[in-house]
């Protein structure tokens, strides 16, 4: 067993947590440092307070082994690369060639492929249904209603539960989640913001766009555009393009609308040549 020091320091890498935003409140960050390099052995509050902060219990810490985070973390990261190039049947094939099931110990991991799965299943079988029980599930794992910040992955969870809610045409289910996917948003530290949250800009002013909301939905838009540009990303930045040309032709702005379908073939060629 590796020691709790090599431990929590893989897990923080892998949810991109720096020592001071993980010892924020609980410890000095010099004595987390020592923490992790073995130096220091942790009172059982400071612990469960860093345990808490990661997502984990002590005893996930104490079955793990850093080795298997490292190999995990490259798992998650494969998939997550799929995920971002929408091959969603790659992700259920390789999901089931590796057995990644009987490698999940901790609440996060069992999170994101929950997502994985639900994702999967709204886009490949638009068993609607079958998605939102799959993406709640991975929710559950670490959300609780009066948590105050929440993890970008646990936002864009939020988001896609909002987004399928919308898809089956319940309506005032989805805007509550695609709002509070929003709101949680903008507690965010700015270093802990991903480019793969561009997507919920697009979720919700797609919603708006099929209500028929116009003005709100360009709102939405236009802020992902922002966001997009902002971390230098691609991500969702064709999507949104889209979005906002087919908002501009049911405004009757159709040189506008041009001018955004244009940018949006730009990107999407782009990103074709990248993958």
């Known amino acids: 067993m590796d020691s709790f020091g090599a431990v929590i320091k893989e897990i923080r890498k892998n949810r991109k947590l720096t ?16 923490i992790e390099n073995n130096e220091e052995l942790p009172n059982v509050v400071v612990m469960q307070q860093l345990c808490q902060r990661l997502g984990v219990t002590i005893d996930q810490i104490m079955q793990f082994k850093s080795d298997d985070v490292r190999l995990l973390t490259q798992m998650f990261e494969k998939i997550a690369d799929y995920f971002r190039h929408k091959e969603y049947s790659k992700i259920m094939d390789y999901m089931e060639a590796t057995k990644i099931e009987d490698r999940l110990h901790l609440d996060t991991d ?7 799965l639900g994702s999967c299943k709204f886009y490949l079988h638009n068993n609607y249904e079958q998605a939102i029980f799959d993406l709640k599930k991975g929710l559950s794992y ?30 005032n289910e989805a805007e509550k989640y695609l709002k509070l996917s929003i709101h949680y948003f903008h507690k965010l530290p700015n270093e802990r913001v991903n480019a793969e949250l561009t997507k919920i800009f697009y979720n919700y002013a797609k919603f708006l766009k099929d209500q028929g909301r116009l003005d709100d939905a360009q709102i939405y838009i236009d802020q992902g555009i922002v966001w997009s540009r902002y971390r230098n990303s691609y991500y969702y930045l064709s999507e949104l393009f889209q979005l906002k040309s087919q908002l501009m032709l049911a405004k009757g702005i159709i040189d506008k609308a041009k001018e955004y379908e244009a940018l949006s073939e730009q990107i999407r060629h782009i990103e074709t040549i990248k993958i």
């Open 19 to 34: 020592q001071k935003m993980l010892s924020e409140d609980i410890c000095s960050q010099s004595v987390l440092s020592r």
């Open 142 to 171: 670490t959300y609780q209603s009066n948590k105050d910040n929440l993890s970008d992955f646990e936002i864009q969870v939020i988001s896609c539960i909002g987004s399928t809610y919308g898809s089956i045409g319940k309506i």
């Open 110 to 116: 069992w999170q994101r492929y929950y997502y994985y």
